[in-house]
Structure formats: structure tokens, C-alpha cells
């Protein structure tokens, strides 16, 4: 793996920097991304991998991104998971009982006219595709409706 900045931009209590990483596979797959650190979080903007990858291993790479960048971006004074360099996410039960809090978070921030996604990555710590995915959870368990009624065909 190669980290390498494409740029930088100074604010006052920090910096936001860009970065290009590049994987390459013994297999020849091949996998490039940009990738934005700022406030101590990693954010993906742009994968590009040949095979294409499914959206399970994107979520994978995130996560096995997150440390290098953030070290090499220094980045990485935040929370720290035990054994590793990653932010630690807060704790958050698993089953019907996590499923009911994100319908419940994702409730509370449609009433407040904020949005729900970030609500639910914001309580549970998870990427935004980790976000929809419990809430695509909560969804099948029942707790929210569904988010495009279909009309019944005749």
C-alpha cells in the first residue's frame, strides 16, 4: 500500500488533507483511492478498483483504510480502538434492541428536520453506508415504514 498527499488546506484548528492510496494485489487486482482526513475522521471520496469491488468489501476497505491515513495524515490522536489505530465507535447494542434505537434516532432527526442518516452515523459511530444498512435493518424489523409505498397492480 502507497499513501501519498495530494493536498493540503490549513484552518484554524487544523488541516484537511487529500490523499491518494494505492493498493496493489499479488493476484493483480488493483484498488485507488482518494481519501479526505479532517477532524480526525477518514472519509472516502473516490474508489476505483479493477475487479470491481461489492459494496461488503468497500465497508471492509474503509475500515482497513482508516488507520494508515490516519497516521500518515496525523490524524490520529483521537480514540483509539484497543490493538489498533482506529477511532473506537461508541458502543451500540446489536438485534432488535439496536435496531429500535436507530429507528428511534432516525425518528428524533425527522421531527427535528435534521437528517437521519447523519443522526444514525453520529449515535452509532458507522460509515454512512454502515448507517443505511442498520437502518435498512430497522426497516425490515418493522419499526420504520417504508420509504416508497407502491401502489397495488390490479
Not at 28 to 34: F, I
Not at 66 to 87: F, K, Q, S
Request: aromatic fraction near 6%; proline fraction near 5%; hydrophobic fraction near 40%.
Amino acid at each position: 500500500m502507497s499513501v501519498g498527499p495530494v493536498w493540503e488546506v490549513q484552518e484554524d484548528a487544523g488541516a484537511t488533507t487529500w490523499s491518494q492510496v494505492r493498493l496493489t494485489f499479488t493476484d493483480g487486482a488493483e484498488v485507488a483511492v482518494v481519501a479526505v482526513v479532517s477532524g480526525g475522521r477518514v472519509c472516502l471520496e473516490e474508489v476505483r478498483a479493477r475487479p470491481a469491488l461489492s459494496l461488503d468489501d468497500l465497508t471492509v476497505l474503509a475500515d482497513w483504510l482508516e488507520g494508515p491515513l490516519a497516521e500518515a495524515c496525523g490524524a490520529g490522536e483521537g480514540p483509539v480502538a484497543e490493538g489498533g489505530a482506529r477511532r473506537a465507535r461508541p458502543g451500540w447494542p446489536r438485534g432488535s434492541e439496536g435496531r429500535w434505537l436507530v429507528a428511534r434516532e432516525y425518528r428524533t432527526a425527522q421531527e427535528q428536520g435534521a437528517d437521519p442518516v447523519l443522526a444514525v452515523m453520529r449515535a452509532t459511530g458507522h460509515s454512512r453506508h454502515g448507517a443505511l444498512r442498520l437502518i435498512a435493518g430497522a426497516r425490515d424489523a418493522g419499526f420504520l415504514n417504508r420509504r416508497h409505498a407502491r401502489p397495488h397492480r390490479c
